[in-house]
């Protein structure tokens, strides 16, 4: 009985029906899992150069979009994409990057479609499922640029040409068409894809027997690609100003290079990475040997991984020669992430033919393997730490920007981060990087901005080789009144006013600015207080605005904390409102700086003025309220202990910040 039952469970476990069922889970597992991986501190990473550059294009008008495109070294379907992205979604690092994420996540079921087509289920189970924790492609799809919709526009171009040269149909033609030239408008590098497809289309449908109709349909299909380009290289051809090459590596420099950078992400110190290349490269020598061997199992569709995966790489290396009079791209490791998913076929493709050898020795590469990609991304992550010196910067000078303010970047070489942060509405004036400061130039640009009420000079760390005198800072405090500086870490911002201005400065805003000495001085408005928490933070001084909250208003708390060592840790801020039974009536928790500047970032010794914005509710009844503040661990929840200062009365982990009086007559 036990038997019969045993072999009636198995022979379910067998059926077609289940078996799609398992694989369709797996594929959803892929799905989940990379959607996990790349969502994980996808916003922990300040924006760099590139992802400031690709949202201040997509700020542009479309027209403008399109004109600054053709002279530049990439075309427009990712701006003008990311163009309406931002409109829909915002414009934060998470919502930005988002739009990568979508094309990373989405690659998971082309790659299992892929690798089915090719090989079966388990060869497409095994690439979505690389795909889905590689950590090259994790990196890309968590930066705002185009690498990871171009290499989904290029698995489904893959995808579509497999189906175009086994079984033919109109709607597979069409298909590659959209794929390719949507590929083709994301990147340039992608043209190496049309060249290895063209390759394979060559090879397969004109050796003996030849396919005469199935090749003039292919010839159709790169005429229709072709005639969507034309629009596109009538007006870059004119415009490129992309000339000349870059010094080529030595090819063992670059075979290595491909052998790190495709299972690894690494593309530097390649010698620490020497075993795990040489690990991956053999399981994909056995996945080569796999497809030309049962060659006429799966057709002429065998060459399609084999020859991108040997070829697409060498043409990138043979066109990276300066021998081009037009142009030759540069050998940078993103450039190859579009034979990712092709990698990923041919490595599952090894894991499975060692299977079939050696159940046990392939049951050990793949947890190798699986052992070397989780240690691989979690060596990622560890680098995704958050470097906030220009945004917390810029985030100062959003708060106070008022009309007839100027900002100048002293010098330009990272532009685009801060204009990012500055946000669209406020214009940035770069002092050019490169150019030497003099006394005339110095005094000239003074006087370029007389007309001004505020000037805001951000001072960039690359200072020290374009004005290490401070001769722009010196012609700005010459001609108007400083009234302020605050020291970021690595960026500095000074604030300087019109003398003849009768504005407030800041006036919705407590910012103290008096620079004396080595510190920043609190301004009259601040009450000290001299509070020490356990982890070394004090508590200087704070400043309420207005200095009698009403109910039913917000009031802002500003926190002026210091610091004389560096911060292993991030610390959440707390400003509580408690009534006279010690009742929570309102709170305002976040990252100082209003997010802006994590504790692990700041540039300690260095003081750190801090604002909160409280919402009283409307129904409070009169009384005395007291306001207390202190800081938390942002993992865990623990509050640091105030170890010197006034406390809240029964609690040591809250500083006693101020005390209110609400009277019975309310506005």
Same mark, same amino acid.
């Given at each position: 009985?036990?038997?019969? %039952?045993?072999?009636?469970?198995?022979?379910?476990?067998?059926? =077609?029906?289940?078996?799609?069922?398992?694989?369709?889970?797996?594929?959803?597992?892929?799905?989940?899992?990379?959607?996990?991986?790349?969502?994980?501190? $996808?916003? #922990?990473?300040?924006?760099?150069?590139?992802?400031?550059?690709?949202?201040?294009?997509?700020?542009? !008008?479309?027209?403008?979009?399109?004109?600054?495109?053709?002279?530049?070294?990439?075309?427009?379907?990712?701006?003008?994409?990311?163009?309406?992205?931002?409109?829909?979604?915002?414009?934060?690092?998470?919502?930005?990057? $988002?739009?990568?994420?979508?094309?990373?996540? @989405?690659?998971? !079921?082309?790659?299992?479609?892929?690798?089915?087509?090719?090989?079966?289920?388990?060869?497409?189970?095994? &690439?979505?499922?690389?795909?889905?924790?590689?950590?090259?492609?994790?990196?890309?799809? /968590?930066?705002?640029?185009?690498?990871?919709?171009?290499?989904?526009?290029?698995?489904?171009?893959?995808?579509?040409?497999?189906?175009?040269?086994?079984?033919?149909?109109?709607?597979?033609?069409?298909?590659?068409?959209?794929?390719?030239?949507?590929?083709?408008?994301?990147?340039?590098?992608?043209? %190496?894809?049309?060249?290895?497809?063209?390759?394979? *289309?060559?090879?397969?449908?004109?050796?003996?027997?030849?396919?005469?109709?199935?090749?003039?349909?292919?010839? &159709?299909? /790169?005429?229709?690609?072709?005639?969507?380009?034309?629009?596109?290289?009538? %007006?870059?051809?004119?415009?490129?100003?992309?000339?000349?090459?870059?010094?080529?590596?030595?090819?063992?420099?670059?075979?290595?290079?491909?052998?790190?950078?495709? !299972?690894?992400?690494?593309?530097?110190?390649?010698?620490?990475?020497?075993?795990?290349?040489?690990?991956?490269?053999?399981?994909? *020598?056995?996945?080569?040997?796999?497809?030309?061997?049962?060659?006429?199992?799966?057709?002429? +569709?065998?060459?399609?991984?084999?020859?991108?995966?040997?070829?697409?790489?060498?043409?990138?290396?043979?066109?990276?020669?300066?021998?081009?009079?037009?142009?030759?791209?540069?050998?940078?490791?993103?450039?190859?992430?579009?034979?990712?998913?092709?990698?990923?076929?041919?490595?599952?493709?090894?894991?499975?033919?060692?299977?079939?050898?050696?159940?046990?020795?392939?049951?050990?590469?793949?947890?190798?393997?699986?052992? +070397?990609?989780?240690?691989?991304?979690?060596?990622?992550?560890?680098?995704?730490?958050?470097?906030?010196?220009?945004?917390?910067?810029?985030?100062?000078?959003?708060?106070?920007?008022?009309?007839?303010?100027?900002? +100048?970047? #002293? =010098?330009?070489?990272?532009?685009?981060?801060?204009?990012?942060?500055?946000?669209?509405?406020?214009?940035?004036?770069?002092?050019?990087?490169?150019?030497?400061?003099?006394?005339?130039?110095?005094? @000239?640009?003074?006087?370029?901005?007389?007309?001004?009420?505020?000037?805001?000079?951000?001072?960039?760390?690359?200072?020290?080789?374009?004005?290490?005198?401070?001769?722009?800072?010196?012609?700005?405090?010459?001609?108007?009144?400083?009234?302020?500086?605050?020291?970021?870490?690595?960026?500095?911002?000074?604030?300087?006013?019109?003398?003849?201005?009768?504005?407030?400065?800041? =006036? #919705?805003?407590?910012? !103290?600015?008096?620079?004396?000495?080595?510190? +920043?001085? =609190?301004? @009259? *408005?601040?009450?000290?207080? *001299?509070?020490?928490?356990?982890?070394?933070?004090?508590?200087?001084?704070?400043?309420?605005?207005?200095?009698?909250?009403?109910?039913?208003?917000?009031?802002?708390?500003?926190?002026?904390?210091?610091?004389?060592?560096? $911060?292993?840790? #991030?610390?959440?801020?707390?400003?509580?409102?408690?009534?006279?039974?010690?009742?929570?009536?309102?709170?305002?928790?976040?990252?100082?700086?209003?997010?802006?500047?994590?504790?692990?970032?700041?540039?300690?010794?260095?003081?750190?003025?801090?604002?909160?914005?409280?919402?009283?509710?409307?129904?409070?009844?009169?009384?005395?309220?007291?306001?207390?503040?202190?800081?938390?661990?942002?993992?865990?929840?623990?509050?640091?202990?105030?170890?010197?200062?006034? /406390?809240?009365?029964?609690?040591?982990?809250?500083?006693?910040?101020?005390?209110?009086?609400?009277?019975?007559?309310?506005?």
């Amino acid at each position: 009985m036990l038997e019969k %039952l045993l072999k009636r469970t198995l022979s379910r476990l067998r059926s =077609p029906v289940l078996t799609q069922l398992l694989y369709a889970a797996g594929v959803l597992l892929c799905v989940g899992l990379s959607a996990a991986l790349r969502l994980y501190l $996808l916003a #922990n990473k300040a924006v760099w150069w590139d992802e400031g550059w690709s949202v201040y294009l997509a700020r542009k !008008p479309v027209a403008e979009i399109i004109r600054t495109a053709a002279s530049t070294q990439h075309p427009p379907l990712h701006y003008l994409y990311l163009h309406y992205w931002l409109r829909l979604v915002g414009e934060s690092e998470q919502a930005a990057r $988002l739009s990568s994420v979508l094309f990373g996540v @989405a690659t998971i !079921p082309v790659v299992y479609a892929l690798g089915r087509r090719l090989k079966g289920r388990a060869v497409g189970l095994g &690439a979505a499922a690389f795909v889905a924790i590689a950590p090259f492609h994790i990196c890309w799809s /968590q930066e705002i640029r185009m690498y990871s919709a171009a290499t989904f526009c290029a698995a489904l171009s893959f995808l579509a040409f497999t189906e175009c040269i086994s079984r033919p149909r109109a709607l597979a033609w069409v298909a590659y068409v959209l794929a390719t030239s949507a590929m083709l408008y994301m990147h340039y590098g992608t043209l %190496l894809v049309v060249a290895v497809q063209n390759l394979v *289309a060559l090879y397969a449908l004109l050796r003996p027997p030849a396919r005469w109709r199935e090749f003039r349909a292919w010839v &159709a299909s /790169q005429v229709a690609v072709a005639l969507t380009l034309v629009p596109w290289l009538l %007006l870059y051809i004119p415009n490129s100003t992309e000339r000349t090459g870059f010094a080529p590596l030595s090819p063992l420099l670059y075979i290595r290079l491909v052998a790190t950078l495709l !299972p690894t992400g690494q593309s530097a110190y390649l010698e620490r990475y020497t075993w795990i290349a040489v690990i991956f490269s053999a399981i994909v *020598a056995c996945g080569l040997w796999s497809l030309f061997r049962d060659r006429r199992l799966t057709g002429d +569709i065998w060459l399609v991984p084999g020859i991108a995966l040997l070829v697409g790489p060498a043409l990138l290396y043979v066109l990276s020669l300066p021998a081009s009079a037009f142009y030759s791209p540069r050998i940078v490791d993103r450039y190859l992430l579009i034979f990712l998913p092709i990698y990923g076929l041919v490595l599952s493709t090894g894991l499975l033919w060692l299977v079939k050898r050696s159940r046990m020795v392939g049951i050990a590469a793949a947890f190798v393997v699986l052992g +070397i990609l989780t240690s691989q991304v979690s060596a990622y992550y560890a680098t995704r730490q958050y470097e906030s010196d220009p945004k917390a910067a810029a985030r100062l000078v959003q708060e106070c920007f008022q009309p007839g303010d100027a900002v +100048i970047l #002293n =010098p330009d070489k990272d532009w685009p981060v801060y204009a990012y942060y500055l946000g669209a509405s406020i214009p940035l004036n770069n002092i050019p990087y490169g150019q030497e400061m003099t006394v005339p130039s110095a005094a @000239a640009l003074a006087d370029k901005f007389s007309g001004y009420d505020t000037v805001w000079l951000m001072e960039a760390p690359e200072i020290a080789s374009n004005d290490p005198q401070r001769l722009l800072r010196a012609a700005l405090a010459a001609r108007d009144e400083q009234i302020g500086e605050a020291d970021f870490g690595n960026v500095k911002v000074l604030v300087f006013r019109s003398k003849s201005t009768p504005q407030a400065f800041c =006036p #919705n805003r407590i910012i !103290p600015y008096k620079a004396e000495g080595t510190g +920043i001085v =609190p301004a @009259a *408005a601040f009450t000290p207080i *001299a509070a020490t928490l356990a982890n070394g933070i004090r508590l200087e001084a704070y400043g309420l605005n207005p200095p009698s909250p009403l109910p039913g208003h917000s009031f802002d708390v500003t926190l002026v904390w210091s610091c004389l060592e560096h $911060l292993q840790q #991030n610390y959440v801020v707390f400003v509580h409102v408690l009534d006279e039974q010690g009742k929570l009536v309102a709170q305002h928790d976040g990252a100082p700086l209003w997010g802006a500047y994590p504790t692990e970032a700041w540039a300690c010794p260095t003081f750190v003025y801090d604002t909160h914005t409280v919402q009283l509710p409307p129904n409070l009844a009169p009384g005395t309220y007291c306001i207390t503040g202190g800081l938390y661990d942002r993992q865990s929840g623990a509050r640091v202990q105030v170890i010197e200062g006034e /406390q809240y009365p029964d609690s040591r982990d809250s500083i006693l910040v101020a005390r209110f009086v609400l009277g019975s007559n309310r506005p």
